[in-house]
């Protein structure tokens, strides 16, 4: 038996290393377990980052090209150093993960290198060795859904991982799945020159997303020149000399066809990760969809083991992990730690962006709530026209009798920045009119915000 514990934490992602800070500013001592050569999980390394990174370029990139001569600019022979790109997507992932590593330096929480295992309550093995703690969290994240019929090469047949590591422009990428992933990575190279075909199983993208944003969403993102396939089942897919053939069928019925690509990107979801951690051995119980199973405080059927982030029920963000990392490290404090599931945002970073929170419009409809609208498009916004930036608009959903803001969703410019004034006011129990007498400064596309729920009571001024 080696080295003792408070708290020790498996997986170093988002959820794992919070919740290991916030343990250990609260006075524990905390160890962290991670198989990873770095720090950070998934979206450090392989997800939320990188991406970023390669979204940022490719923007800056197609903008260049394309968005500058309306300005008066003109740039001649705009180039693409794909090389040059991804290493500065690796040096900004760097930054990152050495970031952390720093943080858990300052705050005196041990890095346990290697994979985990819970070989019993309170023991967790690493490398052959045993540490105890009188906590254990579970944080080992999420992978890619496989999907039957198709085998990942990370090179021609690529999830998200492979997809952000492409040395070259691929001529045609077909993306499975338009969710966040495949729209999000299906811009990067489409902004590039890839010509990308999005197949879907459903007869709409983002299914999660207010339907309304959504059909508007994907006019805008096919006038960028995507392709979309909805209704259509992707049933295989083979590698062939240069590059793979999918093969799709209509989800209703009708004759199989087939797509060559040279690059293709299954996205079609992620499950939760616990490969090797010991879950049934200990008797750790699954919920229906195979994600480890908490009550309201993270508490596993087992006594002294907990569970947050992507291997737990809820959307597969890493700011939700994070709040639940900080959550649980109060609560194993004697504090009251809380997420409140209601205001979480969500946020696509294609251009324009798409960000959401709280309920959708048919969530509503569904539910039987009374609701009012309030909606202002970009066009009509100063400094939206200033930057050229005027697809989308803000769409505010409140309670038809008290007024209180219960959705909002925006299509358009910064949309993930935008949705934070709503999240704040949703946490504070807002009322639209609440937003709407708020001053905004001028010109801002906050003032599109303000504009929106002012919109919800009938009154918007610019419109
Ligand atoms: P993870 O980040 O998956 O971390 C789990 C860690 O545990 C991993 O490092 C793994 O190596 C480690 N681990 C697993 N098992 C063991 C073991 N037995 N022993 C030791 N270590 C182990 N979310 C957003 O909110 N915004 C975004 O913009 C965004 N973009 C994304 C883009 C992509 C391409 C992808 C794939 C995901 C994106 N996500 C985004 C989702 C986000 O990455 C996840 O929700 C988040 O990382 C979940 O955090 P986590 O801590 O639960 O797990
Ligand atoms: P997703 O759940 O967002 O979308 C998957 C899509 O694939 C859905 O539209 C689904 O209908 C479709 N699909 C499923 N099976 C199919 C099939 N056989 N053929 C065709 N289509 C099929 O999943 P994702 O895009 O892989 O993302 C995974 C997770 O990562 C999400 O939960 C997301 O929250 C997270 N993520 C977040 C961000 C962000 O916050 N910006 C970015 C990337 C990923």
Redesign the pocket.
């Known amino acids: 038996m080696s080295e003792s514990f408070d708290v020790i934490v498996i997986g170093a992602g988002p959820g794992g290393y919070v919740c290991a800070i916030r343990a250990a500013q609260l006075g524990m001592k905390v160890a962290c377990v991670e198989q990873r050569a770095t720090l950070g999980g998934t979206c450090l390394n392989i997800?939320?980052i990188p991406?970023k990174a390669l979204l940022q370029s490719s923007e800056e990139f197609h903008h260049a090209a394309h968005g500058l001569a309306d300005h008066g600019v003109n740039v001649a022979n705009v180039s693409l150093d794909l090389a040059r790109m991804q290493a500065r997507k690796g040096e900004v992932v760097g930054a990152n993960v050495k970031g952390v590593e720093f943080l858990f330096k300052k705050n005196k929480v041990t890095w346990l290198k290697g994979a985990g295992r819970i070989v019993a309550t309170g023991q967790v093995d690493v490398n052959g060795t045993v540490y105890t703690a009188r906590h254990i969290v579970i944080a080992t994240g999420?992978d890619?859904?496989p999907?039957p019929g198709i085998a990942v090469d990370e090179t021609t047949i690529v999830t998200?991982t492979g997809v952000l590591e492409l040395n070259t422009v691929p001529k045609h990428l077909i993306v499975?799945?338009?969710?966040?992933?495949?729209?999000?990575?299906g811009s990067v190279w489409r902004r590039l020159g890839a010509e990308v075909t999005v197949?879907?199983?459903?007869d709409?993208?983002?299914?999660?997303m207010d339907e309304e944003v959504a059909k508007h969403f994907q006019r805008i993102l096919t006038k960028q020149g995507l392709k979309f396939r909805l209704g259509?089942?992707?049933?295989g897919a083979t590698k062939c000399a240069d590059g793979a053939t999918v093969t799709?069928e209509p989800v209703k019925g009708g004759a199989a066809e087939e797509l060559k690509a040279d690059i293709v990107l299954l996205?079609?979801?992620?499950r939760p990760h616990m490969d090797g951690l010991g879950l049934a051995e200990v008797g750790v119980a699954l919920d229906e969809r195979g994600r480890v199973k908490t009550d309201a405080h993270y508490a596993t059927n087992i006594a002294g083991i907990y569970a947050i982030g992507?291997v737990i029920a809820g959307?597969?963000?890493?700011h939700k992990a994070e709040d639940e990392g900080v959550a649980l490290a109060e609560l194993l404090a004697g504090q009251a730690g809380h997420v409140n599931y209601s205001v979480i945002p969500?946020?696509?970073?294609t251009d324009p962006e798409v960000a959401s929170i709280g309920q959708t419009e048919e969530e509503l409809k569904h539910a039987g709530v009374a609701y009012s609208v309030g909606k202002f498009p970009f066009t009509a916004n100063g400094r939206a026209r200033a930057m050229g930036a005027t697809d989308g608009f803000v769409k505010i959903l409140a309670d038809k009798t008290t007024d209180r803001i219960l959705g909002a969703h925006i299509l358009g410019p910064d949309a993930?920045t935008l949705i934070a004034e709503l999240a704040t006011a949703m946490e504070f129990g807002a009322s639209a009119e609440d937003v709407a007498r708020i001053c905004h400064a001028h010109p801002s596309l906050n003032e599109a915000v303000k504009e929106a729920a002012l919109a919800v009571a009938g009154r918007a001024l610019h419109i």
Do not use: H, N, Q, W
């Open positions: 997800g939320c991406s999420s890619s859904t999907l998200s499975i799945g338009a969710g966040v992933i495949g729209l999000e990575l197949v879907e199983f459903l709409r993208i983002v299914p999660s259509t089942k992707v049933t799709m996205a079609i979801g992620r992507d959307p597969m963000l890493a969500s946020v696509v970073y993930g």
